[in-house]
């Protein structure tokens, strides 16, 4: 979810007050995970290991014949897959797909499928996620870093042309500000499911912040990572297929997707980190990337569902206001994991707009 402004005062104040209610949230939570812990160790309970098999699972990609790499980034690697073993000739255009919290660069499955033929596909793990590197502390998740890992990873991936970036949820909310911060970088942008970061903070209201709660509950320690692997990550089978999700397509994310998802929070240090992205959100960044002035001048698709638990319709309108050009799509029947409840609807969407602004396809820098 985007962060407020960034001076030094604003910042300070928001992440004091959304700190304080995150606490008076993490009081019951806690208490609540402590209790049933508490009740689970006096009955003898174990873990139904039907529930664990996932920690085991020799899981194959997804997708067939991917090329997996690591990328030197600002001091970590990155990992990323490839759909393509080496560059063709002549190269094909390159996209990069960007995921979202809790995911990895498996939540493309089906845009690496659609696209692979016609494009140079790439799907990374964001820093803290899955296999990528897992810096410690919260400071190294803030902005300005997340904002330069994905400037090395273009530059490295796509030297000389243009990149069409496609991103969601976290990792939109990270190419908004890369869009903004380096927009001669990109060809094409395509926003699934996460608002522009100046109407966000313009249309927030008392229902987008219930719709908000966990991002002030992340801000305190240990609870987080508490609520989030209790009874074998139940919360995660929860989020992203239970009831409450939207999911409205279920075939399309199986029981083997969620297990991988699970296996990359279950990595060490992987769940602390991805959390850290929240706690990273309110705190001062005095490197944060500063927007070129003007209009985004990208052109950019910028997808919202109608199903999605996270955020209101309100606060997607009006983005034309901070974007020259612009296509503003709703999905229907579809959740906040848009890309894999409803990936027909999200690749022919792309289709077309890629088809309407291919003049930009490929361009150099």
């Not at 174990?46 to 980034?73: F, G, I, Q, Y």
């Not at 309108?317 to 959740?335: K, N, P, W």
Request: glycine fraction near 4%; hydrophobic fraction near 40%; include cysteine.
């Amino acid at each position: 979810m985007p962060p407020f402004n960034s001076r030094p005062f604003s910042a300070v104040g928001a992440q004091v007050a959304i700190t304080c209610v995150g606490y008076l949230l993490a009081i019951p939570i806690g208490t609540a995970i402590l209790a049933d812990r508490f009740i689970q160790w006096v009955k003898g309970e174990r873990e139904d290991p039907t529930k664990t098999l996932w920690r085991n699972a020799k899981l194959e990609d997804p997708v067939p014949n991917l090329h997996h790499k690591w990328l030197s980034v600002n001091g970590i690697k990155i990992h990323a897959v490839r759909c393509d073993s080496e560059t063709s000739s002549p190269p094909k255009p390159v996209m990069l797909l960007v995921h979202g919290f809790p995911q990895a660069w498996f939540a493309w499955q089906y845009q690496m499928q659609h696209f692979r033929d016609r494009y140079d596909v790439w799907a990374l793990d964001m820093r803290g996620y899955n296999e990528s590197d897992k810096p410690e502390g919260v400071s190294a998740y803030l902005r300005s870093h997340l904002v330069s890992d994905i400037a090395e990873v273009v530059k490295q991936i796509s030297p000389e042309r243009k990149v069409t970036l496609v991103a969601h949820d976290w990792g939109a909310v990270v190419a908004w500000d890369f869009a903004r911060a380096f927009p001669q970088y990109l060809s094409h942008l395509v926003i699934l499911c996460a608002p522009h970061p100046k109407i966000f903070l313009e249309r927030m209201s008392l229902a987008q912040m219930r719709r908000s709660w966990y991002i002030m509950l992340f801000q305190t320690p240990f609870v987080p990572e508490m609520l989030l692997s209790m009874r074998s990550f139940v919360v995660i089978d929860r989020m992203l297929t239970g009831v409450r999700s939207g999911l409205h397509n279920r075939d399309q994310l199986s029981e083997e997707d969620v297990m991988r998802y699970k296996q990359a929070l279950a990595r060490p240090g992987s769940l602390s980190a991805t959390i850290n992205y929240y706690r990273a959100l309110y705190r001062f960044d005095p490197n944060a990337p500063r927007p070129v002035r003007g209009k985004l001048k990208v052109p950019t698709l910028l997808m919202w569902a109608d199903g999605d638990v996270a955020f209101k319709e309100t606060v997607f309108q009006g983005t034309e206001r901070f974007v020259e050009d612009i296509r503003i799509v709703q999905l229907a029947d579809c959740s906040h994991f848009a890309p894999e409840d409803c990936p027909e609807q999200v690749n022919a969407q792309i289709d077309r707009f890629l088809s309407d602004h291919a003049n930009a396809l490929n361009a150099k820098l």
